[in-house]
């Protein structure tokens, strides 16, 4: 009998329509590679789903918010089925950017120069002040997004100082505490990373050319607002460069399965922003794009996954 795989898309995030996107892809892949694949949204049905089939195997691709910060993964774990991806305790602190950053610039990433900065303290401090502060800590222009989000929601660039309070009161619309980092000007790059049994490999970089100069939700999701050119445009050290970082940053934040390191190459040299557990998998997503640079099947990487979970 075939392996069942219970696909988990959906959920209440705001990235709920890509989320549901992703797992109707997966879905699909995971088909034609041989298994029984249902696609479920979190409901209380999905428990009874997993306790009448024999040891089913989760596939999450749950985007954002609960899919993410390690939520979902805390009831596969208290349910005792196995599940692709990473852990909840290692979702929660690489979902957080306030938690993530900290941990690759000790493994010697290079990271953006940032400060964190929560609701309370903009609100009850006082906005002109911090704004001061801000600009003479990191200058101009500056990159503002919630701590802890996802598809750039909340995120915006931020080019006069007067600007901030605002670029800040759309992030704090997406969580209570904001990251307020130096803006990064460079090749804005995605690198994904898999571990199909030999430790983590990255795959072939994928460019970003947002024809707004910034990589926002809706450069990320409308129709020709972005160009994508794989393998990225990048010389051989830098490749190689950017690719080690993702690795590390895999590594270094205990992540497990597969991930997407976000990087800005500057002056050849990789800068690491952030790192998603749950990358999307959507027919225009960056994953699927590098791995068929790579001539490596979708169908096959993913089954893999599925195989080593179920054995865990």
Known sequence: MAQH?????????????????????VARELSQAGFEVTLSDIQPSLLDLIDKLDRPVIFPMLHGGAGEDGAVHEVFELIGVPYVGTTAVACRASYDKALAIPV????????PKRVILPHDMFRDLGAPTLMRLIEDRLGLPLFVKPSASGSALGASRVDRIEDLPTALVNAYSYGRVAVVE??????????????????????PPVEIRPASGVYDFEARYTAGATTYVCPAALDYDSVAACQAAAVEAHKSLRLRDLSRADIIVRDGQPVFIESSVAPGMTETSLVPLSLATADESLADALATLVRRAAVR
Request: net charge negative.
């Open 5 to 25: 795989v219970i696909v988990v898309a959906g959920g209440l995030s705001h990235e709920r329509q890509i989320s549901l996107e992703s797992g109707h892809r």
């Open 182 to 203: 130096e803006f990064i000007e460079g090749t804005e790059i995605a690198v994904p990373v898999f571990d199909l049994g030999d430790g983590p490999i990255a795959f």
């Open 104 to 111: 690759v610039a000790r493994a010697g990433l290079t990271v």
